[in-house]
């Protein structure tokens, strides 16, 4: 449909979909404190808050959805989105800027200390070297080999960059049939990525190597944790994405949902290619 405003910015009606977004919000809250606590019955107001928070996602995502398909979002609308996915990604990069600046840390400073002379007296059995353990035992775990599952995932997800771009020019030339198997190659590629790295965390755990096995351990699992996260997240937006395609959402001047999810997937693999270099590799 062809957009129904040429000037002025679109004022969305109002909606009740965030308070249902904030009370979800707390029900998880509350839910988790008491879980952390050791209260059983915590389960209850967890499960009434997260599923809450899937009829909120739907319903306003929902909404959006259909005032951009309605015409309802001019070119203004349009930039301010770019805008806001631009900045989301970056505050995405700080956030794992600060688990790589603790990797660097841990690595260039925190071990030649531990392991000068005057800290020999405390832990004479310390060992400076990476992967470590830290200084109050020796290490009792199994580093990861590069060139096993994390090479294969790096090959994955590199791939998935190439297949959601294949998609994303399939699109640019309305060619629905290239667009709809590019991202369903992109969404398989994804979901094998996850198959693998939770069959790694598996072996890790089985050859000593979890979150409190000292500095290694922590930075190896919060870094690769979180970004299998996101890769989980992604593949999600993905799915969304490919469920509009068949839809027939979308056209060649007016597909930001489609690139927006496209930018975030490149932001995936560029992070885990720089997992693959400082935390596997070197």
């Given at each position: 449909?062809?957009?129904?405003?040429?000037?002025?910015?679109?004022?969305?009606?109002?909606?009740?979909?965030?308070?249902?977004?904030?009370?979800?919000?707390?029900?998880?809250?509350?839910?988790?404190?008491?879980?952390?606590?050791?209260?059983?019955?915590?389960?209850?107001?967890?499960?009434?808050?997260?599923?809450?928070?899937?009829?909120?996602?739907?319903?306003?995502?929902?909404?959006?959805?259909?005032?951009?398909?309605?015409?309802?979002?001019?070119?203004?609308?349009?930039?301010?989105?770019?805008?806001?996915?631009?900045?989301?990604?970056?505050?995405?990069?700080?956030?794992?800027?600060?688990?790589?600046?603790?990797?660097?840390?841990?690595?260039?400073?925190?071990?030649?200390?531990?392991?000068?002379?005057?800290?020999?007296?405390?832990?004479?059995?310390?060992?400076?070297?990476?992967?470590?353990?830290?200084?109050?035992?020796?290490?009792?775990?199994?580093?990861?080999?590069?060139?096993?599952?994390?090479?294969?995932?790096?090959?994955?997800?590199?791939?998935?960059?190439?297949?959601?771009?294949?998609?994303?020019?399939?699109?640019?030339?309305?060619?629905?049939?290239?667009?709809?198997?590019?991202?369903?190659?992109?969404?398989?590629?994804?979901?094998?990525?996850?198959?693998?790295?939770?069959?790694?965390?598996?072996?890790?755990?089985?050859?000593?190597?979890?979150?409190?096995?000292?500095?290694?351990?922590?930075?190896?699992?919060?870094l690769t944790g979180f970004h299998g996260f996101h890769v989980t997240l992604g593949v999600?937006?993905?799915?969304?994405?490919?469920?509009?395609?068949?839809?027939?959402?979308?056209?060649?001047?007016?597909?930001?949902?489609?690139?927006?999810?496209?930018?975030?997937?490149?932001?995936?693999?560029?992070?885990?290619?720089?997992?693959?270099?400082?935390?596997?590799?070197?």
């Open positions: 449909m062809a957009n129904t405003q040429t000037s002025g910015y679109y004022f969305a009606p109002p909606s009740h979909w965030p308070v249902v977004g904030s009370l979800a919000l707390f029900f998880l809250a509350l839910g988790g404190i008491l879980l952390m606590n050791s209260i059983g019955a915590g389960w209850l107001p967890f499960a009434v808050g997260f599923f809450t928070l899937v009829y909120m996602l739907f319903g306003w995502f929902g909404s959006v959805i259909r005032e951009s398909e309605g015409g309802l979002f001019n070119r203004q609308v349009d930039m301010s989105f770019r805008w806001a996915m631009s900045w989301f990604i970056f505050s995405e990069v700080m956030f794992f800027a600060a688990f790589f600046g603790a990797l660097f840390y841990a690595r260039q400073y925190s071990l030649p200390w531990l392991g000068d002379v005057d800290n020999k007296l405390l832990w004479p059995e310390f060992q400076p070297q990476w992967p470590s353990a830290g200084p109050y035992r020796p290490p009792e775990f199994a580093p990861i080999e590069a060139w096993g599952i994390p090479a294969i995932n790096t090959l994955l997800l590199l791939s998935s960059g190439v297949t959601v771009t294949w998609a994303h020019w399939a699109l640019k030339k309305n060619d629905r049939h290239n667009l709809i198997f590019g991202l369903f190659l992109t969404i398989l590629l994804g979901i094998i990525f996850l198959g693998l790295q939770a069959f790694e965390y598996s072996h890790a755990y089985s050859e000593g190597l979890k979150l409190s096995t000292g500095v290694f351990g922590s930075t190896f699992f919060m999600t937006m993905l799915i969304v994405i490919l469920f509009r395609c068949v839809a027939g959402h979308f056209r060649p001047d007016h597909h930001f949902g489609f690139e927006a999810v496209s930018w975030y997937w490149h932001f995936v693999d560029v992070v885990w290619l720089l997992l693959f270099i400082f935390v596997y590799w070197m």
